[in-house]
T-cell receptor, first 109, second 117 residues
Framework: GQNIDQPTEMTATEGAIVQINCTYQ??????LFWYQQHAGEAPTFLSY??LDGLEEKGRFSSFLSRSKGYSYLLLKELQMKDSASYLC??????????WGAGTKLIIKP | GAVVSQHPSWVICKSGTSVKIECRSL??????MFWYRQFPKQSLMLMAT?????????EQGVEKDKFLINHASLTLSTLTVTSAHPEDSSFYIC?????????????FGPGTRLTVL
């Protein structure tokens, strides 16, 4: 079966750095996405990785290792507004998005 | 960037009535649209995938006669919840995938919060 694992909840301090991991086992791979979802709102796109390596976009970076079935989202200089759920999703061989359950990130002052 | 709108943002209806939710891609052509449902504190659940001009593909456990999906044009898909009941109260979110630059990801609408009394 298809499976995406990410921690349920993480806590970090304002101004710090946090890394949210995601491991996946899917039928085929056409890329991995990270989305941010604030409570009561729809997800918003953060990043897309299809090749191995690190993609940096401002305070957020995303890493992918296809051989290990592993990705992480790195958030730097955390701000209170970064408190949200972060969803990892993989595009499988049928171009369907397989979603992780999401990681709730709590930022403390 | 690619923008997807949803209408209405929220709706309250009586049990037994039908509710139509619209999803529009504003600045690109969406060859594929997805409908999701999300209950409080739970993950997104894919309900169905629709390609323009063809019948929607429903996920297992989703009643296609209850959740009617129409993807009549490259910029509009509608979800109609027929004979809504309180257990249908949820956050309904659409997303759209296009061609070219917009084919790399799914762009989400802002969601529609449905409350059935």
């Amino acid at each position: 079966g298809q499976n995406i694992d990410q921690p349920t909840e993480m806590t970090a301090t304002e101004g710090a750095i946090v890394q949210i991991n995601c491991t996946y086992q899917t039928s085929g791979f056409n890329g991995l996405f990270w989305y941010q979802q604030h409570a009561g709102e729809a997800p918003t796109f953060l990043s897309y990785n299809v090749l191995d390596g690190l993609e940096e976009k401002g305070r957020f970076s995303s890493f992918l290792s296809r051989s290990k079935g592993y990705s992480y989202l790195l958030l730097k200089e955390l701000q209170m507004k970064d408190s949200a759920s972060y969803l990892c999703a993989v595009l499988d061989s049928n171009y369907q998005l397989i979603w992780g359950a999401g990681t709730k990130l709590i930022i403390k002052p | 960037g690619a923008v997807v709108s949803q209408h209405p943002s929220w709706v309250i209806c009586k049990s037994g009535t039908s509710v139509k939710i619209e999803c529009r891609s504003l600045d690109f052509q969406a060859t594929t649209m997805f409908w999701y449902r999300q209950f409080p504190k739970q993950s997104l659940m894919l309900m169905a995938t629709s390609n323009e001009g063809s019948k929607a593909t429903y996920e297992q456990g989703v009643e296609k006669d209850k959740f009617l999906i129409n993807h009549a044009s490259l910029t509009l898909s509608t979800l109609t919840v027929t004979s809504a009941h309180p257990e249908d109260s949820s956050f309904y979110i659409c997303s759209a995938r296009g061609t070219g630059r917009e084919s790399d990801t799914q762009y989400f609408g802002p969601g529609t919060r449905l409350t059935v009394l």
